[in-house]
Every structure is written in structure tokens, then in C-alpha cells.
């Protein structure tokens, strides 16, 4: 009788030595969603300390990754954060198959790793976007439970009332369940022309819009200008990204409720880059 090889243990097996799930490793390795690795470890390319491995697998410090047969350095690992300002026309995504232009051409390469963007921003709507090279991170920011505040300015065509007003923070029905804002005040505007500031914790596809036109109001330009604790400076004009700060980084990542991991890098000399510069360096 013919027995498969066993499969040596990973060194998560030994007592009192801190794990975690392999998949929220590789993912905060920035080599891709959780989602993704995954699929990966499903089909077999993932590797701990040589041997096939399945998913939920815990693993320690001192295991071995590979994905494809690469090694994956943990090892003082440092993460990036950028901000980048949206300007419309441009699709959150990576590809888009009427290569219309996507939010990720103007952005720096990383090597191996790759750029998450926390949330998306549809077509028309321009204002701040995040993007990190830490999926766990981009993992948790984007997660509903992790009930992060996101603020937009809206300009909208119509005068709501008072009512309509309240209605909008108290809860409308939508076709895909309740929502409201959890902030909402008045920013100027005259005629049929009206600012508002709004705040949603959650990302549900075209909400602000839709909230808006269920109280009879359409929103003619939709900016957001806030995530968490991370703002869309005055000078970081549209089609441009920087590194979060890492005051504002420490602070989204208490957020996120990874306050003690996580270290960030601030490239020297890599603050604000525009379209032009990113292609020149990518051509070198």
C-alpha cells in the first residue's frame, strides 16, 4: 500500500509562538486581496516551509512562504499609504475594457507588490481615494463593520425641505435596504443650487446619489473630501497622489484596529507625483 508523504507541521504548531491565518499574511505582503490569495492557496501555488498548504492554515514568524515557488520576505516589512485626488472620467479599476482611463495609471510601481485602492469612486465623482500596498489593511478599512466615516460635498439641484432634510439622517428606503447620513449640514450655494456636507459610514454603490433623488433632488457634482481621519488637502490638485502623513496614517490604522502593526514608509523625493512624471520614471 502506497501512503502519501506526511506533511510537516508548520512551526505555528509550537506552543506559546503568535500566528496568524496565512491568507492575512500574504495579503499584507501587498501581493493581492485576501480574496485572491485564497483562490491561490486553493489551486495549490502557495507553499509553508516546503510543503502544500490548505486554507485557514495559522502561521508563525519563522515559516517559509513561497508563492510560486518565489519566497515571500516578512521580515521588517513597511507598508505605503498614498491619497490621491480623483479627477472625473477616470474608472476605479484595473483595467477597463473601453480603455476609458483607470484611477491606476498615474500611480508608482511597487515591484512585486501591488496597489489596493480602499473603496471606489464612481466615474463622475472626483475627490480623495486611498490606495496601499497592505491588503489587510485595505481589508479592514473597506470592511462594514469597521463603520469608518467618509465625507462628501454635494452640490445638488433642487431646495430640500426641512423635512427632507430630516428624513435623509432618520432613514429612507432604498432597493437595497435602509439607509441614511450620519451627518448632513448646509455649505452655501444660492438658487437652485445647493452645497451640503454629508458623512456615511459604509460604501454601498451610488448611495449618496440615490439618497439624494429619493427626496426628490438631483446631485449634479459629488466630491469626497474625507476618509476617517484622512482629508483631501487644498494642494494636491486632481490627477496627483502623496503619502499619507503618517500622523493621519497612525490614526487610520487605529481605526482599522491594527494601531500596534503596520509600519509605514514615506519614500524621500516621492511626495506629490502628476500623470507626466509617473510615465516618465516608468519608461527608465
Request: glycine share 10%; aromatic share 4%.
Amino acid at each position: 500500500m502506497i501512503r502519501p508523504p506526511r506533511r510537516r507541521r508548520s512551526s505555528a504548531s509550537g506552543d506559546g509562538e503568535s500566528t496568524e491565518k496565512l491568507q492575512k499574511v500574504l495579503a499584507a505582503a501587498g501581493l493581492a486581496s485576501r480574496r485572491e490569495i485564497e483562490r491561490w492557496i486553493a489551486s495549490g501555488r502557495v507553499t509553508v516551509n516546503g510543503n502544500a498548504t490548505i486554507l485557514g492554515e495559522r502561521v508563525a514568524p519563522g515559516d517559509i512562504l513561497r508563492v510560486d515557488g518565489k519566497l515571500v520576505r516578512r521580515a521588517g516589512l513597511r507598508h505605503r499609504l498614498i491619497r490621491y485626488h480623483k479627477p472625473a472620467g477616470e474608472v476605479t479599476a484595473r483595467r477597463d475594457p473601453g480603455a476609458r482611463p483607470t484611477v491606476f495609471d498615474r500611480l508608482p510601481g511597487l515591484g512585486r507588490a501591488r496597489w489596493v485602492a480602499v473603496g471606489r469612486l464612481d466615474l463622475t465623482t472626483t475627490g480623495l481615494l486611498l490606495f496601499t500596498d497592505d491588503g489587510e489593511l485595505a481589508h479592514r478599512l473597506m470592511h462594514p463593520s469597521t463603520g469608518i466615516e467618509r465625507e462628501y460635498a454635494v452640490r445638488i439641484r433642487g431646495a430640500p425641505s426641512p423635512e427632507a432634510l430630516e428624513t435623509l439622517t432618520r432613514g429612507v428606503a432604498l432597493n437595497d435596504g435602509e439607509a441614511r447620513f450620519d451627518a448632513l449640514r448646509p455649505a452655501g450655494g444660492e438658487g437652485v443650487n445647493r452645497w451640503f456636507h454629508v458623512v456615511l459610514r459604509e460604501g454601498r454603490n451610488r448611495e449618496v446619489r440615490r439618497l439624494f433623488e429619493a427626496v426628490g433632488c438631483t446631485v449634479s457634482r459629488l466630491i469626497r473630501v474625507r476618509f476617517g481621519p484622512v482629508t483631501l488637502p487644498r494642494r494636491l490638485r486632481p490627477g496627483r497622489y502623496e503619502d499619507v502623513d503618517r500622523d493621519e496614517a497612525r490614526a487610520l490604522m487605529r481605526e482599522a484596529g491594527l494601531a500596534r502593526s503596520r509600519p509605514m514608509r514615506h519614500p524621500l523625493g516621492q511626495t506629490v507625483r502628476n500623470r507626466r512624471q509617473t510615465l516618465r520614471t516608468r519608461r527608465r
